[in-house]
């Protein structure tokens, strides 16, 4: 009897005190994720302001690369951008729980 109290207290702490653990963990690991995705998008974002300015200049033989490039780099900025937001509402979600 004594001893199915002893070996069923841990299990009763660990129950308690692991969701404490793993949801500021997993907030955190989202911000995290949030923060890289937002870094790129900065990145490509300063990329596709490149591709623009350099799309004014062009003769028609690069128009349509550099136009390809603009596409791309922009398509790109939105989405890292989206997840990046998205990570952070995540996160936020987690903590409020």
């Known amino acids: 009897m004594v001893w ?3 070996l069923s ?5 660990l129950k308690h005190i692991v969701p404490a653990i793993v ?12 923060f890289l995705f937002l870094s790129f998008a900065t990145v490509f974002g300063f990329r596709t302001v490149t591709y623009v300015r350099q799309l004014g200049h062009a003769n028609d033989a ?3 690369a550099l136009l390809l490039r603009v596409v791309m780099a922009g398509f790109c ?3 890292l951008g989206w997840f990046g937001v998205s990570s952070f509402l995540r996160a936020r979600k987690i903590s409020r729980s």
């Open 4 to 6: 199915q109290q002893v």
């Open 9 to 13: 207290q841990p299990g009763t702490f």
């Open 23 to 34: 949801k500021p963990i997993h907030a955190l690991w989202n911000e995290v994720v949030g």
């Open 62 to 64: 690069n128009a349509g």
């Open 77 to 79: 900025t939105l989405l």
